[in-house]
């Protein structure tokens, strides 16, 4: 088969490297795969920009500038419907969405995309759901047409209230529009059928996989050993892309951590990989050994199985590939009990699930993981198996080679 990719990013951020991974999978399996992505990549014959030309780029941008002065979001950039032309676009037999927010694709052309194509989108986060969130987290607005928006700073912010407007149009476009969902979670599938506006799509679960010969438990002697972390200390790793954002929960770690100072069996250090990183090494009263964002999947697998545990304090998350990564490399997670989480943290088997936003319960879960060393080692057998069994990459391509053919044959 011939599928064609639609992603913000090429194996960077949460959906990019979950679209770069559903992308090399099928290549491995003998399909013609590539991606269109927001910007131009270097050494990937495979992958290039959505836009195209300069020209093009200075359209979208003049386009994204004017919708964005009127919270319009991504309604309207001209190589979205240049698109349609694209030798890629033409040649695909199925085409593959992922994030649709962030200036690079816009949903509007989704109607007639969808008639000259059978597509295929991947629900990464609510977005397609909603009148402008990525989460919603208590909200249900977006059940009813939003509205009076309690969360216009959350990313993509909006600078007016236009979400009811957004809503309706996204209602409009998507009666247009014949898309097949996919849902990571079971979390996600819910809403979906939920929503007003995408519930008359059908909707597959596949879950997110992953390379299990490189997400793989490695020796922790040697695995500290390359990162120059001690052998004697305790490791609790926390990793984000963006390590400060609200999202992501880090403020609770930092409550975490300080409740726990001084008070398991052995002394701890607090790892932290991302975005400002090095922030961190005041902001606790721990040890902190800081590593800026990692891009490289070997040198993740190298943080996760030097660590004891991984904490996720995420407050909203669909089917987190932080969470799954963990487990394949044997490190049980402490994590908030959010979205689809709960799906690969589950109590007492891979790891700990805390109340949201309970400092205090995310400490407990961790010193309770942290006290145990044959907990710890139990749990660590049986993320590693339920990795295997749920997660790997070659299931996943499986899936969605189902999946595509039932849609192909459906056009």
């Not at 037999?93 to 991947?122: C, E, I, M």
């Not at 891979?350 to 400490?363: M, N, Q, S, V």
């Not at 006290?371 to 391509?397: F, K, T, V």
Request: proline share 5%; glycine share 8%.
């Amino acid at each position: 088969m011939n599928i064609l990719h639609l992603s913000t990013e090429y194996n960077l951020g949460g959906s990019g490297r979950a679209a770069y991974r559903i992308h090399s999978s099928l290549i491995q399996r003998g399909h013609i795969s590539r991606m269109l992505v927001s910007g131009k990549v270097l050494g990937a014959p495979d992958a290039g920009p959505i836009w195209g030309t300069l020209p093009w780029r200075a359209a979208d941008w003049l386009a994204r500038r004017t919708t964005d002065a009127l919270s319009l979001q991504y309604l309207f950039l001209p190589s979205s419907w240049k698109l349609l032309g694209h030798p890629w676009f033409r040649a695909a037999d199925v085409v593959q969405l992922y994030n649709t927010h962030g200036g690079y694709f816009s949903h509007s052309v989704l109607g007639v995309a969808s008639r000259r194509k059978p597509f295929v989108w991947r629900l990464s986060d609510m977005w397609p759901l909603t009148g402008h969130c990525c989460y919603s987290y208590d909200c249900d607005r977006w059940t009813t047409g939003c509205g009076a928006c309690p969360l216009l700073a959350d990313d993509p912010a909006l600078k007016t209230d236009r979400t009811a407007l957004l809503w309706r149009l996204k209602q409009r476009i998507y009666a247009r529009a014949n898309v097949t969902l996919v849902a990571p979670s079971r979390w996600i599938a819910g809403l979906a059928k939920q929503s007003p506006l995408v519930g008359h799509w059908p909707v597959e679960m596949i879950p997110n996989g992953l390379d299990l010969s490189v997400f793989r438990p490695i020796s922790r002697a040697a695995a500290r050993e390359v990162l120059g972390l001690p052998q004697d200390e305790q490791v609790v790793l926390f990793s984000s892309v963006e390590t400060h954002a609200y999202r992501k929960g880090g403020t609770f770690v930092t409550e975490a951590v300080n409740m726990l100072k001084g008070k398991t069996r052995k002394p701890f250090r607090l790892l932290v990989a991302g975005n400002r990183a090095r922030e961190w090494e005041t902001a606790v009263g721990v040890p902190v050994t800081a590593v800026d964002m990692v891009k490289d999947d070997q040198l993740l697998a190298t943080l996760y199985s030097a660590a004891d545990v991984f904490v996720h304090p995420a407050l909203a998350d669909n089917l987190p590939n932080g969470v799954l990564e963990s487990l394949a490399c044997g490190t049980p997670v402490v994590a908030f009990d959010v979205g689809g989480v709960g799906e690969a943290v589950r109590p007492m088997e891979t790891g700990y699930l805390a109340r949201c936003k309970d400092a205090a319960d995310l400490a407990q879960g961790m010193a309770r993981l942290l006290d145990d060393p044959e907990l710890r080692r139990r749990l660590s057998g049986r993320c590693r198996e339920i990795a295997e069994a749920e997660y790997d990459m070659g299931l996943q391509a499986k899936r969605f080679e189902e999946l595509y053919r039932t849609v192909i044959h459906a056009r």
